[in-house]
């Protein structure tokens, strides 16, 4: 079988080669594409393909109908909001992705971000302490899992609130589960989310559910700027000058935002997942997983059953 990797942004050496091992090891044949700049260069190379790796790439239903011998996609990563998973669905691609590999990666990130955030991002002025503040995940998957463990660590009091795990699952952690979203946002001193970005949770995150937060809030997000209500967010912060917005994704109104000086922070691009750990862990599961396809027909990663 021919694996075609198609990364704008390559894996690291030594996740490529670990990935080249492990499909090869398999007897199938790897090709590359990397740092591609025209959606041409991936319609030519993904003609004859039998299974593709991306990471953040999109596919579109153009890319899937140019890959007449496409049978699975793997998105190395946890989201997989670039890949038209409809429309494969409809071609019979499977298409998976990799959850849990870039787990700790993201959820360090938010301690980094939020450090700073309590720290006045270090601008001389005295700021205040993550311990005894109640923290709020929203989703309790893969990275809020993590984001748990690590507040553990800084003596958080921890809620979650996940609109498929049940609360059971989530007070066996030892963290307190809350009935819904809008119980995080009234209770807790700071809200993480980690929603996948989907219809339900598009544009969720607006001005009345922001303004439930406590004097001094924070939001952070590591998970899509999709989910945030740009607009709604920006009334809010401009209405209420004790909140405060971090966020690894850039907003499309960054100027806007970037007006609250002191209360915002983005990462200049998203940076949650970028570290050697979590690019070789993705890159070597997306290959496993697809061996593991073309040898049993095994898709327990499948995100379009
Ligand atoms: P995951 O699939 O392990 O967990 C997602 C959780 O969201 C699940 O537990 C699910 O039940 C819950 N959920 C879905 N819809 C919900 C809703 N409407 N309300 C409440 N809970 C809901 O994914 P993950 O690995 O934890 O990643 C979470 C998100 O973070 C990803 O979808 C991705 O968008 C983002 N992410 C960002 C980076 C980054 O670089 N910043 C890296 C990895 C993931």
Do not use: W
Not at 119 to 129: A, D, T, V
Request: hydrophobic share 45%; charged share 25%; net charge neutral.
């Amino acid at each position: 079988m021919k694996v075609l990797v198609a990364t704008e942004k390559p894996f690291a050496a030594k996740a490529v080669n670990a990935i080249k091992q492990e499909i090869e090891g398999a007897g199938h044949q790897l090709v590359l594409l990397e740092k591609y700049t025209e959606k041409q260069q991936l319609l030519d190379a993904v003609k004859d393909a039998d299974a593709m790796i991306v990471r953040s790439d999109k596919v579109t239903p153009d890319v899937i109908d140019a890959a007449k011998n496409l049978k699975i996609i793997v998105r190395a990563g946890a989201g997989f909001d670039s890949i038209d998973i409809a429309y494969a669905k409809e071609k019979n691609i499977v298409v998976e992705n990799t959850p849990g590999q870039n787990s700790n990666a993201v959820a360090e990130l938010v301690f980094g971000m939020l450090v700073a955030a309590v720290r006045n991002f270090y601008n001389g002025k005295s700021g205040s302490e993550l311990m005894g503040k109640k923290l709020g995940i929203l989703a309790y998957g893969n990275v809020g899992r993590n984001v748990a463990r690590i507040a553990k660590g800084f003596g958080m009091d921890i809620y979650a609130y996940d609109a498929f795990c049940p609360a059971s699952a989530i007070e066996a952690d030892g963290v307190h589960a809350v009935a819904n979203q809008d119980e995080l946002f009234k209770q807790c001193d700071i809200v993480s989310l980690h929603i996948p970005a989907t219809p339900e949770t598009k544009q969720s995150i607006n001005y009345t559910v922001v303004n439930q937060m406590p004097k001094g809030g924070i939001v952070v997000n590591t998970a899509r700027k999709e989910v945030i209500n740009e607009a709604e967010l920006i009334k809010l912060l401009g209405e209420r000058e004790d909140l405060k917005y971090v966020t690894d994704i850039k907003p499309d109104a960054e100027a806007e935002f970037q007006k609250f000086e002191g209360r915002f922070f983005t990462t200049p691009k998203k940076m949650g997942a970028q570290t050697a750990e979590a690019n070789f862990n993705a890159g070597l599961a997306a290959a496993k997983q697809i061996n593991a396809f073309f040898k049993d027909g095994c898709t327990k990663f499948q995100v379009n059953k």
